[in-house]
């Protein structure tokens, strides 16, 4: 029987890579997102090119309403979620402090910390309820170093971690495995996101070394989640070859 996994933030990047993976690879899945349209073309390729089963989910994790009426529409054969994979996140602007945005903050806090949580919260209840499941939250090198100016992104990639050592604590006697992917930089929407659609800006922050790609990050998510039962991995961090921390870089020159 295949195993049923909802990813959040399924629409483009890593989510959507991971999707497609796990769903070449025997899972059954349960796509979320804002975009509606992404979330219907994923769903047709995936359908298409696998034998996979698709559910979708179309809300804003922003909205801890909205997340629960989405949990609570699943129909009964996709209310059994054997693993959760929080993607969903963003970083929005590259300032100090004492300049930042009050809006970037929000979006980051909200989706990164709170939309997490919002989920989590859903998902593991039914988790408990049958004693076991598997909770992935994608962090970042950003949850284990901090940068200048990525003050806020940074403290909100902390959090999730410090988060998935508390689910691990909490649900440890429930038989629920917690994982955490930190990834370095990898060439998605992530840069083009930060930098609020400046092309030419996000471009800059892949040249002269090879980045990560999306498939680079759902291959080590199909490697946590496909471990036996006894096994869980807790914590990964992957890095491109050429990034050792999360500003130090080997740059090859024009």
């Not at 909200?110 to 039914?126: E, W």
């Not at 930060?194 to 980045?211: D, H, I, L, S, W």
Request: charged content about 25%; some cysteine; glycine content about 8%.
């Amino acid at each position: 029987m295949k195993k049923i996994v909802l990813i959040t933030g399924a629409t483009s990047g890593i989510g959507e890579a991971t999707a497609m993976l796990l769903a070449e690879n025997n899972f059954n899945l349960i796509i979320t997102g804002r975009r509606q349209d992404r979330l219907n073309i994923l769903k047709e390729k995936i359908e298409n090119e696998t034998s996979a089963e698709v559910y979708l989910l179309h809300f804003d994790i922003r909205n801890p309403d909205q997340t629960e009426h989405a949990i609570k529409s699943l129909p009964n054969k996709w209310q059994k979620i054997d693993i959760l994979i929080n993607n969903a996140g963003l970083a929005v602007g590259l300032s100090g402090v004492n300049n930042g945005v009050l809006d970037d903050w929000e979006r980051m806090i909200d989706t990164n910390i709170k939309g997490l949580l919002y989920i989590t919260r859903l998902v593991s209840d039914k988790m408990v309820e049958k004693g076991e499941g598997h909770i992935v939250n994608i962090s970042s090198i950003a949850g284990k170093e901090t940068y200048p100016m990525g003050n806020v992104y940074c403290a909100t990639k902390h959090a999730v971690q410090s988060l998935t050592q508390g689910m691990r604590l909490d649900f440890l006697k429930h038989g629920i495995k917690v994982s955490s992917v930190c990834p370095g930089a990898v060439n998605t929407e992530f840069s083009l996101v930060r930098f609020k659609g400046n092309e030419g800006q996000a471009e800059k922050v892949y040249e002269g070394f090879t980045p990560l790609d999306a498939h680079d990050v759902a291959e080590t998510i199909l490697f946590v989640v496909s471990r036996p039962r006894h096994v869980n991995i807790d914590d990964v961090l992957v890095m491109p070859t050429d990034q050792a921390f999360s500003r130090d870089f080997n740059r090859k020159k024009p």
